[in-house]
């Protein structure tokens, strides 16, 4: 942070004109420069190294601006003119239409010796940064030589500074050198254009924000030296808040430093807010018909330059930060469609476009994209930078580390809450059906739960991008609590179930939300360590849970022990909704936010109803649940006393369910906004990451679902073993994973890891099939052994995975895609719940029917077997006729879940095995083919 300066400082850097200038001089200006860049971040610099002066480059500047625009808009940018080949250097147009930010017109050289580097197919779709400059015909422009001239004084100027500042921070005045060959500095014309008085004054008058050309950023880079002109506008956040103006000094440039030279400095320089007020249009001054001019001037190393993060073992690729940044600027929302720009139609150049146009985070680097949504009917909510995504970022710039660690505890505390929430009600489960004589319903509702689940987490994800995080966590609050008392207050299993379905939807979305939150704040090499932050309250609830589900159940009841929760779990979700709130008033106070604007302040109600009914494929949501439901559910009902698979009411649903599968993925392609971003399913580190999530429940589920019953029934455990038992795979898989997470953040690889975890899961099935049941102490004891190195396992590969997928994707598909695992991860439970739910209502009831002569209790034992545990311990005929086939049915189950553990396997086996770096996603991510031309296809099982 700044310190509360009321103005910039003055630094004279005469003394680097002379070559002879005593070594002493040197080192006071070096130590004169430190204390600068620590305190402010800026500054004046008077009498620089330069033979050319303010008038001849701002000279150079308006003749440039004075081109046609038809001549300009021949050095567009692509994004711009479609057909053109440069992307990185040229001329891009003002856009006042688009945003705030795009207030400005500009042209763009970089060094004209930089060795020009042509892409890679497999590159293709990168901004080539070493692309060769662009200029106007001679006729129009004759100054090209001049100015290549200037920008070389300007390279030699910023590494002399950058020299001074390496001794200043105890380096070798050569520490810089190695960032000077190839360089990709940038010198950037600039031209704002005047702003109306009445405009300008009438939005002070209502308390409005002022109208800027440049919205409040840091600059992302190294190093910025600035011209500007007499207009003035330039203004810095100092750390009370308060907004400096910085006015033309006459002779003076004024020099910042960037982000990347801050983490370089090990955070003792600063880089600090500033912004850009619109020029007033004033009658009487001598700029007014040219508004204001000013020519940045950013130092930037080569592409494959690597630079040290002081206090970080990272280094950090110029070529990947750069491209990593341009990804993440923050585009306008409601894009205007395509402009044709001749000199026919006589338009101003001040509002001639083809498409957005943006500045990367403070850089001043423009950026351009080509729109997310041409039909100008549309309502661009969720695109290439929703509104929800562009607030989480612009609050991301504002978190300290006590902002970090309010955030976190408020994560670990609702995590705590809804994870002792969810054991105990797991297990409250077969004591609610075994009531109700439904117990073989229990796979049931565990199938309709997973489902609402999977359908749930991509559109959640979705919704949180447009609205935001905090306001979808406060709805999934109140579906969780309304749920939650729904089940408590239900008299049958239909009620039971209609509670589980509201509950599910509340406690998936914030599952979601709390996984999207931790990655909107943490690196991609600690992200798998800070991803267990929601999981370490299974270390305690492991234990815990056992205590309080025994007495609850003993006391007040299954009933209670869920209703309580409906008062504990809004309380403990007021931390982190709290400390988000903070953030996001921080951000506000900054500037941060003051362009931002909610959807309902953008579009309104109607048109908000409208397009989200579209761009959330309520439509797909609805198909895809229906298949999922419609084809699952049945296999868990058609079993039982009686099979019922010739009756209608199995018939028709999985008849309809079938059918409705051509038809979603009819549907999907022709959508205007697909429920998933299918272009992403082209990389084998997202569709194997998928297949892994999938696999992994579908697995687990199968030996877990009835676990709970088989312990009480075949094991005879108490309810709190029991309850211990079957939390054994969170607290091992936990324990392993926060471990992993420390591994990981220094080796910077998954891979090895995943396929590691995957192999091991497998053994732990062949544990499982020995040790299936019986009341001896050896079954007990090889049941515990099975299910810690079941947990284990699982500590090594899926959060891995998960971290592995969003590597892949980048900031703005982030919450989608981790929205699209999780609901893998619950389709491979619905699998597993419909598998392990057939299975048992097709063998059980026929093997107790065989086993017990008295068919009363043989139903009995079937529909309510929790109930009859205490009249019939085990060496009772009929409990061990029971064992038996209990421990008969856990040995199919578990057979089953060893065969998919070898599907597991595969798909580790096929994501890649990325560096990961301290960026939220990797710079190519999205950009990879799905083979590498560089070596044989068959070697991705080790890339």
């Not at 440049?214 to 002109?229: A, K, V």
């Not at 009933?559 to 921080?586: D, E, H, N, T, Y």
């Not at 091991?760 to 299910?787: C, D, E, K, P």
């Amino acid at each position: 942070m700044s310190t509360s300066f009321s103005s910039l400082p003055v630094v004279d850097v005469g003394a680097l004109k002379d070559p002879n200038v005593p070594s002493e001089d040197i080192a006071q200006l070096s130590q004169k420069l430190y204390d600068v860049f620590a305190t402010t971040g800026f500054a004046y610099l008077i009498n620089p190294p330069l033979t050319f002066d303010h008038e001849e480059i701002f000279g150079l500047s308006r003749e440039f601006f004075a081109i046609p625009l038809d001549q300009k808009m021949k050095l567009a940018k692509k994004s711009f003119r479609p057909t053109h080949a440069n992307t990185y250097r040229g001329y891009f147009p003002t856009q006042p239409h688009l945003a705030a930010d795009n207030l400005k017109e500009g042209f763009e050289i970089g060094n004209p010796t930089v060795n020009h580097r042509e892409l890679e197919k497999m590159e293709a779709k990168k901004i080539n940064l070493t692309e060769p400059n662009v200029w106007p015909h001679g006729a129009y422009f004759s100054k090209q030589e001049r100015l290549e001239e200037m920008y070389d004084e300007l390279q030699k100027f910023a590494s002399k500074l950058l020299s001074l500042l390496a001794v200043s921070l105890g380096k070798d005045a050569n520490f810089i050198s190695s960032w000077l060959e190839d360089s990709l500095s940038t010198l950037r014309l600039l031209h704002y254009p005047p702003v109306a008085q009445a405009q300008q004054g009438q939005a002070v008058q209502e308390g409005a924000a002022v109208r800027l050309s440049c919205t409040p950023h840091t600059d992302s880079g190294i190093l910025t030296l600035l011209h500007q002109d007499a207009t003035g506008g330039l203004e810095v956040l100092n750390a009370v808040g308060e907004w400096i103006s910085a006015p033309y000094i006459a002779g003076s440039i004024v020099v910042n430093i960037g982000d990347l030279m801050a983490q370089v400095s090990g955070s003792r320089f600063k880089a600090t807010m500033h912004r850009v007020r619109a020029p007033l249009a004033n009658p009487d001054a001598q700029n007014s018909e040219f508004g204001r001019f000013s020519i940045p001037f950013f130092f930037e190393p080569a592409e494959a330059c690597v630079l040290p993060v002081e206090g970080d073992e990272n280094e950090v690729v110029y070529g990947e930060y750069v491209r990593k940044k341009m990804s993440t600027a923050d585009p306008p929302t409601n894009p205007a469609p395509p402009i044709n720009c001749t000199p026919e139609r006589g338009l101003d150049p001040l509002s001639c476009s083809m498409s957005e146009e943006y500045s990367s985070p403070g850089k001043g680097r423009t950026v351009v994209q080509p729109p997310e949504y041409e039909d100008e009917g549309a309502t661009p909510i969720i695109g290439t930078k929703s509104p929800g995504v562009a607030r989480i970022e612009a609050l991301s710039n504002q978190i300290t580390t006590g902002n970090r660690i309010a955030i976190f505890i408020g994560v670990f505390l609702i995590a705590y809450a809804y994870g002792l929430d969810g054991t105990l009600r797991y297990a409250y489960q077969p004591t609610a059906t075994s009531n109700f004589g439904n117990h073989s319903l229990l796979s049931t509702i565990n199938v309709v739960k997973a489902v609402v689940a999977a359908a749930a987490q991509p559109t959640a994800a979705k919704i949180a991008d447009v609205f935001g995080r905090v306001e979808l966590i406060i709805v999934s609050i109140f579906f969780y609590v309304l749920g939650t008392i729904v089940e408590a207050a239900s008299t049958n299993v239909q009620a039971f179930a209609a509670g589980a379905f509201l509950y599910q939807v509340g406690y998936t979305s914030l599952l979601l939300l709390v996984e999207v939150i931790i990655a909107d704040t943490t690196s991609l090499r600690s992200r798998l360590f800070f991803s267990y932050v929601p999981a370490t309250p299974f270390i305690i609830n492991t234990w815990v849970s056992g205590d309080v589900g025994d007495a609850t159940l003993k006391n007040a009841g299954w009933q209670w022990g869920i209703g309580m929760w409906c008062i504990i779990f809004p309380v403990a979700s007021l931390p982190l909704i709290l400390s988000l709130m903070w953030v996001g008033r921080k951000a506000k106070k900054s500037g941060a936010l003051d362009d931002y604007k909610t959807p309902y302040q953008m579009y309104g109600p109607k048109k908000i109803a409208i397009a989200l009914f579209w761009q959330l494929d309520v439509i797909g949501i609805i198909l895809l649940t229906a298949v999922f439901g419609l084809i699952l559910v049945p296999f868990t009902l058609a079993g039982g006393e009686s099979a019922t698979w010739g009756k209608g009411h199995i018939i028709a649903p999985l008849v309809i369910g079938v059918l409705c599968i051509p038809v979603w993925i009819m549907w999907e392609k022709r959508a205007p906004h697909p429920m998933v971003p299918f272009h992403l399913f082209k990389d084998r580190s997202v569709w194997g990451a998928l297949g892994i999530a999938t696999f992994l429940n579908f697995a687990w589920t199968c030996q877990g679902d009835y676990l709970f019953s088989v312990l009480l029934v075949g094991f005879n455990e108490t309810s709190k073993s029991a309850l211990r038992i079957t939390s054994l795979y969170s607290f091992a898989s936990v324990i392993t994973g926060v471990l992993l997470g420390l591994v990981v953040f220094k080796v910077r690889r998954l891979k090895p890891f995943i396929l590691f975890g995957t192999c091991l899961f497998m053994v732990a099935f062949g544990l499982l099939i020995h040790y299936r049941g019986g009341v001896s102490g050896t079954s007990h004891n090889g049941l515990i052994g099975a299910q810690v190195l079941l947990g284990i396992a699982g500590g090594f590969f899926p959060y891995p995975a998960q971290a592995s997928i969003q590597a892949a994707t980048k900031h703005e598909h982030l919450a989608v895609i981790t929205g699209i695992y999780l609901a893998c991860y619950n389709i491979g439970s619905a699998l597993g719940n419909t598998v392990s739910g057939a299975i048992w209502t097709q063998v059980v009831p026929g093997e107790i029917s065989a086993r017990i002569a008295n068919q009363t209790e043989a139903a009995m034992w079937y529909g309510s077997p929790l109930g009859l545990l205490a009249a019939h311990p085990p060496g009772d005929p009929s409990r061990d006729a029971v064992i038996d086939v209990y421990q008969h049915v856990q040995r199919l189950l578990c057979i089953t879940g060893i065969c998919l553990s070898a599907i597991l396997i595969f798909f580790a086996c096929v994501i890649r095995n990325p560096r990961l770096t301290n960026e939220q996603s990797l710079p190519d991510a999205e950009e990879r083919n799905e083979t590498d031309e560089t070596g044989s296809k068959w070697g991705f099982w080790k890339r």
